[in-house]
């Protein structure tokens, strides 16, 4: 098949193209840097030491030995923190901005008068007013190490505050401090001693300056199904069928309010939690251990409600604590779903709504 080949520019070779480049650098170098724009910026790189008109050329090595004086630190741009009219989206009161989940090592005096160090997470918030643009995060953090080498209480926690408070020029704030606290637990019938790790949060909040100190602690147990229990028991009975009932590792997280007066130790809310319902998962277990568990067990078995009824009914005695809120999760060994509870006690703790990963956030990993 014949094809009509139209006329075609044959490619240049190695010497024509070396002209044209020389051809076309004498006329660059005669020409406006407009003319080059308006013709072809790459032009520019063809030129002895040329380089794009609006790119400088730029130090690729790192400055060492570069110090920042306070004149240069004074031209540094902070978006951050500009004026109103760099604000995205609605000029609206933002209640919470700040940092979550920075940690440290901080010491925590225990009831006995040691002092642990512990690795502590630390969350950091400030109310942001509507006609500005953002905070310096990083204030919340060098406000915090200020405090680092303290034995921390409220009493610190509330002197951090004031400090990022007063930096950040906010009129609401909050910290909240979680750590897993050890306390020595005997085993039951044995004699054996080991530690239980307690996930613990200590939260300061201060809204239209009324301040509020707020204790969490995620307390492990075993619950046993009444309603298992009792069907077991049935089948023994007028059958003679071995059956077992359910029970399953459970989740209540507790959150009290410390009220004015007498301090309430990490130590005091465990105890509590203990007394309510004594049923706490084991650390060290020998057989009578583990016999002395099925009993106590036994003893006490719980649906999700009577959990949360009996932990308020503890809380609800002492004298340190103010609205609480207690939060139960029953892993069920029965279901493929949980059994929950929520039970408040003052406004505090009042909401309408939940946060929908709010119970899956009640697990025990160990």
Not at 47 to 64: F, H, I, K, M
Not at 65 to 74: C, D, H, T
Request: hydrophobic share 40%; glycine share 4%; with cysteine.
């Amino acid at each position: 098949m014949n094809k009509q080949v139209g006329h075609m520019i044959a490619a240049p070779d190695r010497a024509e193209a070396k002209a044209a480049l020389a051809r076309l650098r004498a006329w660059a170098q005669c020409a406006t840097p407009e003319e080059v724009a308006d013709l072809d910026p790459v032009i520019s790189r063809l030129l002895p030491s040329g380089e794009v008109q609006n790119y400088p050329a730029l130090a690729r090595a790192y400055p060492d030995e570069f110090e920042v004086s306070e004149a240069y630190k004074a031209t540094l741009p902070d978006l951050q923190n500009g004026p109103s009219s760099l604000i995205k989206g609605a000029p609206r009161v933002i209640q919470h901005v700040g940092i979550s989940n920075f940690r440290l090592p901080l010491k925590f005096h225990t009831r006995d008068n040691g002092d642990l160090t512990l690795e502590t997470s630390v969350t950091g918030t400030v109310s942001l007013e509507a006609g500005k643009k953002g905070i310096n995060m990083s204030r919340i953090m060098r406000s915090f190490y200020k405090h680092s080498a303290s034995t921390f209480s409220f009493d610190i926690i509330e002197a951090a505050l004031d400090d990022y408070k007063t930096d950040l020029e906010s009129f609401d704030a909050r910290i909240q401090m979680r750590f897993s606290f050890p306390m020595k637990v005997a085993s039951l019938r044995s004699g054996l001693e080991g530690y239980q790790y307690y996930d613990f949060a200590l939260e300061l909040i201060e809204v239209e300056g009324v301040r509020r100190k707020i204790m969490h602690l995620d307390y492990v147990y075993s619950s046993t199904c009444p309603c298992s229990l009792e069907l077991s028991e049935h089948a023994r009975q007028t059958r003679g069928q071995l059956a077992t009932p359910h029970s399953q590792r459970s989740v209540a997280r507790i959150s009290a309010e410390a009220a004015q007066g007498d301090c309430l130790w990490f130590e005091d809310l465990i105890e509590m939690c203990r007394a309510a319902v004594p049923t706490e998962t084991q650390v060290m277990v020998k057989r009578e251990d583990e016999q002395a568990f099925a009993e106590l067990n036994a003893a006490n078995p719980i649906f999700v409600e009577d959990a949360a009824r009996l932990f308020a009914q503890r809380l609800e005695q002492d004298e340190r604590v103010g609205d609480f809120r207690v939060i139960a999760s029953h892993q069920e060994s029965l279901h493929s779903h949980d059994a929950v509870s929520v039970l408040t006690e003052g406004e505090l703790f009042e909401s309408e709504s939940l946060d929908p990963k709010l119970f899956s956030t009640l697990f025990h990993v160990g």
